[in-house]
């Protein structure tokens, strides 16, 4: 069967680098607490698993660790005991069975990460192979690279996955070797356990997001689309009033406009005009110059031709001098409201 991406992983820092560099859950743990159980001198661990490629894309998963029983210093230079890497041999196939060395993992308290001749030099010499790992971590601040043997030398890969599987292989050696290494197998099961438990408690929880997202993103468009429905029935039955408004204000503009042309036909003809001569005293000296047109029609009658700002009051103080005549002039022309009266109307006199 072809190999595959593990489907439950978390990234560490921005994997864009190749190999793509995968590391067991378990084998995480392990590392940690060896590098929590570290004093000044420096400890390591041989890196198991397999290198190929998935997808066109270079892989290394890393699936177990051993540790290294002894690395030797000498003037601030490393090196690995030749009893050493027989022990880690033979521990790698005592428990992980036909699986390979990846690389190798160093904490070193006097030296902060990175990468050096000696190093390079022990790595040369048992990890050649092309994508093989080096891995250091500093004890104290917790800061650790990621390296890949690359064009024969090692070159900083930025990120890596810690990927979750069972992985009984690296449970078996943890217990047997709990003496030796000072890790207790139920810390690291336990430490398991709970990013299980965070893991699926995080995935329930944003999934409970998503959906309630979801919802209310469903509201929201709904609401809006509701918002929307109104003003646009609204809109329309404004449309219907403001026609209606624009047609009466048409229909009167075409009444005054008529008569207007009225009048101007008759002040040609039968209009007779009494002007009040200006400095005449009517009715008293305070009001305005009055102008009463009036008509002879076969009865006799006389009307009066409605001006701006007129009023059947204002109309009956200048006919007449007071408001008495306010209902009579409204009866003469059949008037039921006596303000609706308009510029250029002719308005009988009684």
């Given amino acids: 069967m072809e190999k595959q991406f593990p489907k439950n992983v978390r990234q560490i820092g921005n994997v864009c680098d190749s190999p793509k560099i995968y590391v067991e859950d378990y084998v995480d743990t392990f590392l940690n607490q060896l590098c929590d159980k570290t004093d000044e001198e420096p400890k390591g661990a041989f890196l198991i698993g397999e290198t190929g490629q998935v997808e066109d894309q270079d892989c290394v998963y890393i699936s177990g660790a051993v540790r290294i029983s002894e690395i030797v210093k000498n003037e601030n230079q490393l090196n690995l005991a030749e009893a050493a890497v027989e022990a880690g041999m033979k521990d790698c196939k005592e428990y992980f069975g036909n699986q390979s060395l990846?690389?190798?993992?160093?904490?070193?308290?006097?030296?902060?990460?990175?990468?050096?001749?000696?190093?390079?030099?022990?790595?040369?010499?048992?990890?050649?192979?092309?994508?093989?790992?080096?891995?250091?971590?500093?004890?104290?601040?917790?800061?650790?690279?990621?390296?890949?043997?690359?064009?024969?030398?090692?070159?900083?890969?930025?990120?890596?996955?810690?990927?979750?599987?069972?992985?009984?292989?690296?449970?078996?050696?943890?217990?047997?070797?709990?003496?030796?290494?000072?890790?207790?197998?139920?810390?690291?099961?336990?430490?398991?356990?709970?990013?299980?438990?965070?893991?699926?408690?995080?995935?329930?929880?944003?999934?409970?997001?998503?959906?309630?997202?979801?919802?209310f993103l469903y509201a929201a468009s709904t609401f809006l689309l509701l918002?929307?429905?109104?003003?646009?029935?609204?809109?329309?039955?404004?449309?219907?009033?403001?026609?209606?408004?624009?047609?009466?204000?048409?229909?009167?503009?075409?009444?005054v406009e008529k008569a207007e042309g009225e009048e101007e036909a008759q002040a040609s003809g039968e209009k007779v005009t009494t002007e009040v001569e200006e400095g005449t005293d009517v009715k008293s000296s305070s009001e305005d110059t009055l102008d009463i047109q009036e008509q002879e029609t076969s009865g006799g009658e006389e009307y009066y031709?409605?001006?701006?700002?007129?009023?059947?009051?204002?109309?009956?103080?200048?006919?007449?001098?007071?408001?008495?005549?306010?209902?009579?002039?409204?009866?003469?022309?059949?008037?039921?409201?006596?303000?609706?009266?308009?510029i250029g109307q002719k308005l009988l006199l009684p």
């Fill in 102 to 215: 990846v690389g190798w993992f160093l904490i070193d308290p006097s030296r902060k990460p990175g990468t050096d001749e000696a190093l390079e030099k022990i790595h040369k010499t048992y990890f050649g192979e092309e994508n093989t790992v080096f891995i250091m971590k500093d004890p104290k601040d917790r800061e650790e690279k990621f390296y890949a043997y690359k064009y024969e030398e090692l070159m900083e890969i930025n990120g890596h996955y810690i990927y979750y599987e069972k992985n009984p292989e690296m449970q078996n050696y943890m217990i047997s070797s709990r003496k030796e290494n000072r890790i207790t197998p139920s810390e690291s099961i336990a430490d398991r356990a709970a990013k299980d438990f965070r893991s699926i408690v995080k995935a329930k929880l944003e999934k409970a997001d998503q959906k309630q997202n979801n919802r």
């Fill in 227 to 255: 918002v929307i429905l109104i003003i646009g029935v609204t809109m329309v039955n404004n449309y219907d009033k403001i026609k209606a408004v624009q047609t009466s204000l048409d229909q009167i503009t075409k009444t």
């Fill in 305 to 342: 031709v409605v001006q701006r700002g007129d009023t059947l009051a204002t109309i009956s103080r200048k006919v007449y001098g007071d408001t008495s005549y306010v209902d009579a002039i409204a009866r003469m022309n059949g008037l039921t409201n006596g303000d609706f009266i308009y």
